[in-house]
């Protein structure tokens, strides 16, 4: 069985990537922030998706997403990557309700807008939901409803797991210069075969081929609603790779997650956290771009992989500790040092792509051979090409 890989133009040509930003990234849910970015009134989050500047604020409680251009003369609401401000216009002053009504305008007798004027000069507004504490915008002006792009047992999964998310988080971005979608290839390989490879030293030494000794009971609520998919899923080393049954669509089926044994050995840190998953790692990839990893529960990492151009990615990583015990307090050392760890296996595979996507660009005609193991990167490519709407003979 042979599939091929998507063609090497999707990852260096401009005219792919302008359609991915539409297509993709402003079409489908997009990871844009967790919960616990926003812990007070007016905290907020500016991101770009798809090459539109996105504002997520909670107001009231609620969090709302904003196009973040004011609809005076396009200067951004807010201009810090996060914070917290109230809803005003750095520029001329122009503030906005938390529907992203025109509330107020400075000096409102010099401009002489008539009410009727004022109707079309609210924040343009977008869909936003919440997965657990998982926060998605979507940038269409028709969106599928989210049940639609993710299995149901993805977003339970999504939703149990953000109950083994510690409140604190670390948060930090790295850039390389490789396509995006190298770093999401990468983690949906079946069996992880290039883990073995690209670290030997690192991550390949941690893993471990058999679980002897391992509980299989061990599972994130074991007896919770993720009891039904622990059951369905709880075979050997990355053995499990679709949620969903047959009627899933191809857009379900290119979000899934992985499970492997591995072995727990106490750390100076486990007996101050309640992790639940001890003895596994854990991976939740979430389509297009984002990817869920965690070690025993106790080292959780989110990484999301944002395209800034054909050739150049912005990676953002959020670290997490399992929810931490009464009394304990926060270990902001700890996250950074997960990110350190991170990074250190991030520069393995960063090597590896920056060296592909150079011959992705000098040999544009050849597409490359996809096994039975990498059905993953098949489905994924199919799905990306119909999106796309440049549909080829993909098997
Ligand atoms: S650009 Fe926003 S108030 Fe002028
Ligand atoms: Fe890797």
Known sequence: MIYLSIPPACYTETSWFQREREKLFREHWILIAMTQQFPEENSFVTREVGGVPVLVQKMEGRLRAFKNACPHR??????????????????????????????GIPL??????SEADKTCMDLQ????????????????GNPKPITTQFSEDILLLLRETSSCLS???????????????????????????????????????????EGENVSPNHFFCENGPLAAIRQRYDSGLFASISTGDDKSTDIQRVSFFQRAKMPWRKQWFSSMMNSRDRGWCFTIHIFPNVNLFSSSGEC??????????????????????????????????????????EKR???EDIAIFEQ??????????SAGYLGKNERSLATF???????????????
């Open 125 to 140: 507004t977008y869909p936003l939901e919440i997965v657990g504490k998982f926060v998605f915008v979507n940038l269409s």
């Open 300 to 341: 959780c990492v989110l990484q999301q992989y944002v395209p800034l151009a054909p050739d150049s990615t912005e990676y953002h990583s959020w670290t997490f500790s399992a929810p931490l015990k009464d009394g304990i307090r926060p270990m902001p050392h700890l996250l950074w040092g997960f990110h350190h760890a």
């Open 108 to 113: 409102a007798e010099g401009y002489n807008f």
């Open 74 to 103: 396009a200067c951004p609401i807010q201009t810090e990557p996060f914070g917290n401000r109230k809803l005003i216009c750095p520029y001329h002053g122009w503030n906005f309700g938390k529907e992203g009504q025109l509330r």
């Open 356 to 365: 592909v996507q150079k011959v992705l660009a000098s040999r544009p005609e």
């Open 167 to 209: 409140t604190e988080f670390s948060y930090t971005i790295f850039t390389g210069k490789y396509n995006w979608k190298l770093n999401f290839e990468n983690v949906i390989e079946e069996q992880g075969q290039h883990i073995p490879f690209v670290h030997q030293n690192t991550l390949s030494s941690i893993l471990k081929k």
């Open 345 to 347: 296996i991030l520069n």
């Open 381 to 395: 490519g199919r799905y990306y090409l119909q999106c796309l709407n440049k549909e080829e003979n993909h098997e």
